[in-house]
């Protein structure tokens, strides 16, 4: 068992640390750097029947333009090309209608 993990260290040693990506390649992006741009989520609400049913939804904001990030769409905002289809946004949330959303008030 030791011999496993002492193998295994050594191999994550073994990686060239130059081909391993970081958080500089994003902080790097000359594109990224003059482009304001972030994406969030957000719960939009709608009336069913006796309920107020609440799901969450992906939102990107370009240059203080914010737009709806449907599933398999690549966005662009200036240079900055992002593909967003491999994020996954699951909220949901089922009220009774006499529910009032705080953000709306």
Same mark, same amino acid.
């Given at each position: 068992?030791?011999?496993?993990?002492?193998?295994?260290?050594?191999?994550?040693?073994?990686?060239?640390?130059?081909?391993?990506?970081?958080?500089?390649?994003? #902080? @790097?992006?000359?594109?990224?750097?003059?482009? =304001? %741009?972030?994406?969030?989520?957000?719960?939009?609400?709608?009336?069913?029947? +006796?309920?107020?049913?609440?799901?969450?939804?992906?939102?990107?904001?370009?240059?203080? #333009? @914010?737009?709806?990030?449907?599933?398999?769409? =690549? %966005?662009?905002?200036?240079?900055?090309?992002?593909?967003?289809?491999?994020? +996954?946004?699951?909220?949901?949330?089922?009220?009774?209608?006499?529910?009032?959303?705080?953000?709306?008030?």
């Amino acid at each position: 068992m030791e011999l496993v993990l002492l193998v295994l260290i050594l191999v994550v040693f073994s990686i060239d640390a130059e081909k391993m990506p970081t958080g500089y390649v994003v #902080k @790097e992006n000359p594109i990224a750097e003059k482009t =304001n %741009f972030r994406t969030l989520t957000k719960a939009v609400c709608e009336e069913k029947s +006796s309920n107020v049913v609440c799901n969450d939804m992906l939102f990107a904001e370009c240059n203080g #333009k @914010e737009f709806i990030v449907n599933n398999n769409e =690549n %966005f662009t905002c200036d240079e900055l090309k992002l593909n967003l289809s491999e994020v +996954s946004v699951k909220g949901h949330g089922v009220f009774k209608n006499e529910w009032k959303d705080l953000r709306t008030e």
